[in-house]
């Protein structure tokens, strides 16, 4: 950065306390957290702080927000000095994390690529890595397309809708269940564990403990019967992931993809009905949706910030003094709003992939690609489906939900008119069943044979 930053943190703080001094934390919780201020809350610490900004991120959970490209980029880089391993964390070795944090089903350790270093990290990351590879790109779009198809019938008479809840909301954690390899019933019950999983309030251990027996139960039936998914890939990997590792990575990959993607869909279809230039230069040609997918992952990241690393030793970083154990968080948004990076107007150039909705380093998102085809494939069905589809609600009642983590909308209202659906296209019987009639949801052609990937 070209300012110099006086160390905000340091002065104040108590010799035997681990993370920042609570006298200069912005609190990123609470019921007076507004959604629609986040943005302007980065810019005011950046000015305030510099590039790396002392937080709460829950009671007593004071960390590190890492919000300068520069400084994110060495966060994400250099996992000698920034370990993902929350076994490091000064809070947590001290005992002063209350048992019942909502920030535990998080950030607490689980023997899984997020929170491992290298050689360990890179044993798992290249399972999963491989796993995903196997997607085959073509069956997964038709998959997608599918089940938009079969949610949009179930709405298409009613002329208005929640795309949230109606859509997004449903639509990706379908996805990835019938990746993972689970069927339709399963794959409800993991949806409200999951859900309750990250949903950070008293409950969340409780859906933690139903997750993991619902995915014991899914690598019991996957070792006995293997399938073309995800998990029988995982459990057959030369790395050889015991099955607490294969359920743990499951749980990464449903808590880290969800979500997710739930958010770039919504946000994606705000900019596409709202903004006036994707509005007219989609039917002139000049921006694509996949502009619109990339503007969604510069301005508006689907994950916001995302935990954590852990300082491994004390040192001077982005002009604070960080000490061995302080938690660092990767200030994702506010990263790619750095100025020292965007152009003047600080609109980011068309075509520029250089933000860090996706991480970086060792760690970035796996899923990149399957996220985007996923992503895309929702957006591309509605346009098609409902094509004169408009807000429902005038844009400045849209909010962001309130969360320091998410960044995603609590509703997109619409309305629209005769809907151009194909035939066969039927409504769900029940929130499992998104599928055509006749047809498995997730043939196991959207998962290439194992023969055809190299190990
Ligand atoms: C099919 C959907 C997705 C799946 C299965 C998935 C899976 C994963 C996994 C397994 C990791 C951990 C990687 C590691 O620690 O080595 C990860 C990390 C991450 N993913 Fe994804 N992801 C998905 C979609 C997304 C989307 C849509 C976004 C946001 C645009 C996203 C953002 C991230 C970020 C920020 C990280 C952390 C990078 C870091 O710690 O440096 N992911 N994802």
């Excluded at 069927?183 to 409950?203: H, I, K, Y």
């Excluded at 302080?326 to 790619?336: F, I, T, Y």
Aim: aromatic letters at 6%; one cysteine or more.
């Amino acid at each position: 950065m070209s300012t110099p930053h006086p160390p905000a943190g340091s002065a104040a703080r108590c010799p035997w306390s681990a993370g920042p001094s609570a006298s200069s934390t912005t609190p990123l919780y609470g019921p007076e957290l507004d959604g629609d201020r986040m943005t302007l809350l980065y810019e005011e610490m950046r000015a305030e702080h510099g590039p790396v900004a002392p937080v709460s991120m829950a009671p007593g959970i004071d960390a590190w927000l890492v919000m300068g490209h520069r400084e994110l980029l060495r966060l994400t880089r250099e996992e000698g000095d920034f370990s993902h391993d929350p076994r490091h964390w000064g809070l947590l070795r001290e005992g002063r994390v209350p048992a019942d944090s909502p920030i535990l089903p998080m950030v607490g350790w689980r023997p899984a690529l997020l929170f491992a270093d290298g050689q360990q990290h890179r044993r798992m990351r290249a399972a999963v890595s491989d796993a995903l590879a196997r997607i085959n790109g073509h069956e997964l779009r038709r998959s997608v397309r599918a089940a938009a198809e079969g949610l949009i019938a179930s709405f298409a008479g009613r002329g208005e809708a929640d795309l949230v809840a109606d859509y997004a909301r449903t639509l990706p954690m379908r996805v990835i269940s019938g990746l993972l390899g689970v069927d339709d019933r399963t794959g409800r019950e993991l949806v409200e564990a999951v859900a309750g999983t990250v949903s950070a309030t008293s409950g969340s251990a409780d859906a933690s403990r139903r997750m993991g027996a619902i995915l014991y139960g899914l690598i019991k039936e996957k070792r006995s019967e293997p399938g073309e998914d995800i998990t029988s890939a995982l459990l057959k990997h030369p790395a050889e992931l015991t099955d607490e590792e294969v359920l743990h990575n499951l749980v990464v990959m449903f808590v880290a993809g969800n979500q997710t993607t739930v958010n770039w869909i919504a946000t994606t279809l705000r900019i596409l009905l709202t903004d006036p230039a994707f509005r007219s230069s989609l039917a002139g040609g000049h921006l694509s949706v996949d502009d619109a997918l990339d503007l969604v992952l510069w301005r508006f990241p689907p994950t916001q910030n995302f935990p954590a690393r852990y300082a491994t030793r004390d040192m001077r970083f982005g002009g604070q003094d960080v000490r061995a154990g302080d938690m660092l968080v990767l200030g994702l948004a506010a990263a790619n709003a750095d100025p020292e990076i965007l152009p003047a107007d600080g609109v980011p150039v068309v075509g520029n992939r250089s933000h860090l909705a996706f991480g970086a380093g060792p760690h970035t998102c796996p899923a990149q690609d399957p996220a985007r085809l996923i992503t895309r494939t929702a957006v591309d069905t509605i346009r098609h489906r409902l094509p004169d589809l408009e807000l429902g609600v005038p844009e400045t009642e849209l909010e962001w939900i309130k969360s320091p983590w998410s960044k995603g909308l609590g509703a997109l209202p619409v309305r629209f008119g005769r809907p151009q659906l194909p035939q066969g296209a039927v409504p769900p019987q029940s929130a499992g069943d998104l599928a055509p009639p006749g047809t498995a949801p997730w043939s196991a052609s959207t998962f290439r044979p194992s023969s055809t990937v190299p190990y």
